[in-house]
Every structure is written in C-alpha cells, then in structure tokens.
C-alpha cells in the first residue's frame, strides 16, 4: 500500500528533474546578457527536449531544428547523426523525455498551476482524442514536407515549424534575444507578431487544459511516442495485482487508459500512477526480464 505523500514525493522529484535539465541545457548565461547565441563546440549536440538552438544560454542543439536543417540542406539527404540522436533517445527513454526533460513541457506545467478553472476536453468532445493525431500531421508537413518541396524549389529548404509555429523558440530565444539585444529589435516584423500570437494562445491553453502543446502540436513528442511501446524505459501492470479500482486512469493528465494500454503513445512517463495505485501493480522503469506476456502494452500477469 502507497504511503499517502507517495505522489508529493514523485512530483517533487520530477519537478527537481525537470528544472535541473532547464538549468543544464540552458547554462550560459552571458549569453542573456548580451543578447547573443552560444556558438561554441557544445552546440553540435542535441538536447533531448524541445529547447530552441538560438536561446541566449543554449549549450545544445534542438533536435527538431537539426532534423529540418539537415531536411532542407541540398549538400545533406539526411543527416543520420540526427536521426540516430532521435531513434536513440526515443528507444531507451520513450516520452519519458516529455515528462522528465523538456523544458516547455515544464513551463506549462508551471502555468496549469494558475487556479483558474480547468477544460477536459477529452471528458466533453467526441473527438478531443482524436485530435492527439494532429501532432503527427505537423511532424509529416512541418519537419519533412515543407523543408524538402521548399529545397526542391528553391534550392535551399527552411525550418518550417522553427519558423512559423514554435512557440518554445519564441520563448526561450526570440524574447530574450529582444529583451538584451536592441539591433535585433529594430528587425521585428509580422512573423515575430504571429508566433507572438501562437504563443500567448498557448499559455492561455495551458493555464486551462494540462500541456496542450503537447498533446495536440509537438512533433518532437509524436516521435518519441512512437517508441513508447518498445523503448527501454516503460510502464508495467501486474495484471495480477491490479483491482480496476481506476485510481491510475484518473490522476493520469494526459488521459491514459493505463490498465489497458500503459504504454500508449501519449504517455510521458510521469509515474503518478503508479504513485497512487494501491495494490502496487504499476512500475515505471527499465524492463525486467518476467515482464514480457504483453511486451506492447505493458500488460502482464506474474508468474506463480
């Protein structure tokens, strides 16, 4: 039986992840001084989570804009660093990167703390499920498709989502760069005030509804859950433990039916449910070797 400061204890601990991977990734800090982008030999390497290349104290790359770059570069088809980097991380953690890592996913997290009243919409739409698929139609059109027609057309492709959508860039690069620079002000146009738009409509959504970004737009998280059935890092049900009392299923926030399907793709790996199952049937970590009746999706019955 879970003690009753079991889920305290896990939200705390992965809040202390989440704001240690924040200050690891992001740790020049002259950079927000001067208004400029750290360039040095770090920047080769990809961070895990959605964090934008240009932020001021950005030690890494983000592994959506180095996909798109290399997309969009004629000399390059593909660049397997990236793609290995992805396949990689998404085969050992899964989305555990979403709900461990990732530095937006956090500040909306931070902003679903506001008390104002919180929207369901997955309690209340027909279709507020289904609309988790969107995600994967901004990663097919905005990190593949328009990158490649744009260099068949014009030579040299664009990071599509970086450009036009990514409110994670205006956040943590486009904001500071115009707080400490003053020339990079005096070139603000149109573009900057739409992803300004898109980003202020994505805090107001996330004061409402638990990491809407998420759940709906990030290819970085439709990727990595493409891999949450198989990667090393899971979640596993002792179906001979379990009670259906539904405990897991209502406390988990991105509305997982975890009893059922505890690996789905839009699990990110927060482990509130097995903090508060009370039969101690949930597990989150890497697999064990009796954990293989239902490799996919996570459901097993121990053996007597």
């Known amino acids: 039986m879970p003690s009753p400061d079991r889920l305290k204890n896990n939200n705390r601990r992965r809040k202390g992840v989440q704001l240690l991977a924040l200050a690891a990734g992001n740790a020049w800090l002259p950079g927000f001084f001067r208004g400029t982008i750290y360039q040095g030999p770090l920047k080769q390497i990809c961070l895990p989570g959605l964090n ?61 703390k506001i008390p104002l009243r919180k929207w369901r919409p997955e309690r209340k739409l027909p279709l507020a499920r289904q609309l988790s698929y969107s995600k994967y139609i901004f990663f097919g059109v905005f990190i593949v498709l328009i990158p490649w027609l744009v260099r068949l057309s014009a030579g040299y492709g664009e990071p599509a989502f970086c450009k036009y959508i990514c409110p994670s860039g205006t956040l943590m690069a486009g904001l500071p760069l115009l707080a400490a620079n003053s020339q990079l002000r005096q070139l603000v146009g149109w573009l900057f005030g739409w992803k300004f738009l898109l980003l202020v409509l994505t805090v107001y959504l996330s004061i409402r509804i638990y990491r809407p970004f998420c759940k709906y737009v990030c290819p970085l998280g439709a990727f990595y859950g493409l891999f949450n059935r198989v990667s090393l890092y899971r979640v596993t049900v002792d179906a001979s433990r379990c009670n259906s009392c539904g405990q897991c299923t209502r406390v988990c926030p991105m509305n997982v039916p975890v009893p059922q399907d505890a690996n789905s793709p839009e699990c990110i790996r927060c482990g509130k449910c097995a903090a508060v199952c009370p039969q101690d049937a949930i597990r989150c970590g890497i697999r064990r070797s009796g954990e293989v009746n239902a490799p996919l999706t996570g459901i097993y019955r121990r053996k007597p």
Not at 57 to 84: E, R
């Open 52 to 112: 934008c290349y240009s932020c001021p104290g950005a030690l890494g790359a983000c592994p959506l804009g180095s996909l798109q770059n290399a997309i969009a570069d004629p000399i390059q088809q593909i660049s397997f660093y990236v793609l290995g980097f992805l396949v990689l991380t998404g085969g050992l953690l899964g989305r555990f990167v979403c709900g461990w890592l990732c530095p937006f996913g956090l500040f909306q997290e931070l902003l679903h």
